[in-house]
Structure formats: structure tokens, C-alpha cells
């Protein structure tokens, strides 16, 4: 018997489509690869935006439970001069629409939400079909399928729902981050604690850049931002923590060393993230029976509201499918409509940092971050 909505994928977007959708009283089944909620770290800080996140929390009924889960003082921001200055310092205020929580946290929250059952771990989707008639069949690596009158890809990057709507892949964006994390920061890694402050920090120049999160347990969580092609990271062996480690760390050669210490002192691997985008503007034409969010349908480069516009997405695709009972081409057409705007909308990563930073970085991030502060 077919499932009435089927979900690939268990991540924030997918899990607010779930639960909205059981909000609504409507049945979901979601199916993630991953065997078991903990199978992996889930990422470190979002900060959750009130025109989009919050929203989608609202409408998940999960506000108060949210609320609960915010590190208070973690919208603290400051920029610094590569030689360690101050250049710009905005406090936490509580007064922020942008609360920080960790990923792992928000995820749980809404896993929590769901019935038991819900998610069906260890179901790593391989592809899709279409039967015919607005149903698909999807095929799990197991070789198991399962047939649904609703398809939703909240699969991500190399979604595997995907093709059925659109034959665009990611490329490359030219950009990567390498992650470290620092434990016990205050304590064992003082000078870089203090450069970091209560909340985050950036020190950037062109193509170089360090940004550090404060997160809960005394952790400090670092990007090193690159603009390279992907050949010059192939050319650094991750697997040799100590070599991969001195080699990045040789990029910012000069720079203070309560900033180079987020590299040289982590106290896990270098892990390299190299950044994909779907093409600006991507879209499809109606196709009955399935539908995209998140980042299967409008990967970019991190620009502060992937997590953001996947839960927005869920929550709205969960309250169009309860407001057009009887009728799921309606409400899939008036979700998409509606989510290629949003889509279109969010800031393209690799403009802002041509057209807006330039060549003059640090100091067109602080003019930018000032004139927002004065436009409050």
C-alpha cells in the first residue's frame, strides 16, 4: 500500500515537513541513510533567523521547546585585523532575531516531535522512478523499495530524487572550508579563546579567511575559509593530520598567533569541506507526485541560510499539503512557486564576496556589519 508522503532524508528540512505535516494530522514516513540519529556529528552553530527558521518552528508548534535550546551570548560578533586588532565588536544584547543553537540539538528536537516510527534509519535511497499517474518507486541500497502517491527529496547536495525533476548537478563553487575544533578552549587554548570571544569571530583577507564559533561545553569551532580550485586541495594529504595541518596553517604565514592557534592548536583533524551549488535560479517544471527542498533543490555556497530556508521549505510544504486536501498538484505548484522566489532571493556567496569585500577586506566586512548596525 503505497505511503501517503514519503521523505528522503532526515534532516532539518525533511524532519519539519514531517512535523508539520503530523501537526496537520497527515501521515509521513521518512527514510534516511544514516543507521541511527548519532550514526555522525551533526555540525556545529545555526544561528536561527526570525523571517524564515523561527517561522517554520512556529508552525512546527516547537517555539518554546527552541526557546530552551538557544546558548545565550553566542550572537556576540567580532572582525579582526589578520595582525589580531579589533576592528568591529557588536555585544549580544538579547535582542538579536538571529538565537544560536547546535545543529545536533535542533535536530533531536524535532526527531523527538515525531511519532515513533517515523524515521526509517539505515534506508539509503539509490534512485527513484516514476510509475505513472504522480506515484514513485524508490530502491534502498538493501534492494528494498517502497512505492508513495508523494515524493519529497529532502536528500540534499546529490539528492537521488533529484533526476526526476531536473537533470542540474552541483559544480564546484570555489570555495572550501577546512574545520578544526579546539575543546576545553579557555583552559587549554586561552590566547585563541580570548580572540574569539563570547560569540564569533572573523578575520579575513582576499581568499583567506579564519571564522570561530564559540559552542556549548567550552568548544571552540573553526572554518578556514580557501578560494582555490580543487586540484590545489587534492594536493594536500587530509589523512596526515600533522602535514595537512602545517600546510594550511602556512597560508596565514604572518597572521597573529592567537588567530593561527584555531588551526595549528585543534585538537581534531583537518576535515576539508569543498563547497557545490546548484545553478543560480535552478528550477523545474511541475512534475505530479514529487517535489524538492533544501538543498536538493537549491544548493548554494554557506551563506548563512541553507538550514534556514530548508526548514522554511518544509514548514511551508506542510501547510500547503493541509490546505488543499484532495488536491496535491495545487498544493505542490503553489509551494514550488513560492520556494523558487525564496530560493532566488538568498544571497549568491560568490557575488557578495566579489562585488561587496572586493579587495578591501577586512574593512569592507566592517563597513558592511557597521552600516547594518546603524540601519537597526
Known amino acids: 500500500m503505497p505511503t501517503p508522503v514519503t521523505i528522503v532524508g532526515a534532516g ?98 524535532l526527531l523527538d516531535s515525531l511519532p515513533p516510527g517515523t524515521v526509517r534509519w539505515g534506508h539509503k535511497a539509490t534512485g527513484a522512478r516514476a510509475l505513472g499517474e504522480g506515484r514513485h518507486e524508490v530502491t534502498f541500497a538493501d534492494s528494498t523499495t517502497v512505492v508513495t502517491g508523494l515524493l519529497v527529496g529532502a536528500d540534499g547536495a546529490w539528492s537521488r530524487v533529484r533526476p526526476l525533476l531536473s537533470p542540474a548537478t552541483p559544480e564546484y563553487a570555489g570555495t572550501a572550508f577546512v574545520e578544526t575544533y579546539l575543546f576545553e578552549a579557555d583552559t587549554q587554548h586561552p590566547a585563541a579563546a580570548a580572540a574569539v570571544g563570547g560569540g564569533s569571530l572573523i ?101 548563512g541560510e541553507g538550514a534556514n530556508l530548508a526548514m522554511q521549505d518544509g514548514a511551508e510544504l506542510g501547510k500547503a499539503l493541509a490546505a488543499h486536501p484532495g488536491n496535491l498538484e495545487a498544493a505542490l505548484a503553489g509551494y514550488e512557486q513560492a520556494m523558487f522566489t525564496r530560493a532566488a532571493d538568498s544571497p549568491d556567496m560568490a557575488a557578495v564576496r566579489e562585488h561587496l569585500f572586493g579587495d578591501d577586506l577586512p574593512h569592507s566586512l566592517v563597513r558592511m556589519f557597521t552600516e547594518a548596525e546603524q540601519n537597526r
Open 203 to 303: 578575520a579575513a583577507t582576499t581568499g583567506r579567511e579564519i571564522h570561530a564559533h564559540r559552542e556549548s561545553g567550552d568548544t571552540l569551532h573553526t572554518y578556514v575559509v580557501l578560494t582555490e580550485p580543487l586540484e590545489w586541495f587534492a594536493a594536500i594529504d587530509f589523512t596526515d593530520a600533522t602535514a595537512a595541518t602545517e600546510r594550511i596553517a602556512r597560508e596565514f604565514e604572518g597572521w597573529a598567533p592567537e588567530l593561527t592557534a584555531l588551526i595549528t592548536e585543534a585538537d581534531t583533524p583537518p576535515a576539508l569541506r569543498p563547497h557545490y551549488a546548484l545553478p543560480t535560479g535552478h528550477r523545474w517544471d511541475r512534475t505530479p507526485g514529487v517535489t524538492l527542498l533544501g538543498d536538493a533543490a537549491h544548493l548554494t555556497a554557506p551563506n
Open 12 to 109: 532539518l528540512g525533511g524532519l519539519t515537513l514531517a512535523r508539520v505535516l503530523h501537526v496537520h494530522g497527515i501521515p509521513a514516513a521518512v527514510y534516511e541513510a544514516e543507521p541511527s540519529p548519532t550514526a555522525r556529528t551533526q555540525g556545529g552553530m545555526l544561528d536561527i533567523h526570525d523571517y524564515n527558521g523561527q517561522l517554520a518552528l512556529e508552525a512546527a508548534g516547537l517555539m518554546a521547546e527552541f526557546r530552551g535550546l538557544v546558548l545565550e551570548g553566542r550572537q556576540a560578533m567580532r572582525i579582526l585585523d589578520r595582525d589580531g586588532t579589533v576592528l568591529f565588536e557588536k555585544a549580544d544584547d538579547g535582542t538579536g532575531g538571529r538565537p544560536e543553537v547546535q545543529r545536533a540539538d535542533l535536530r533531536q528536537l
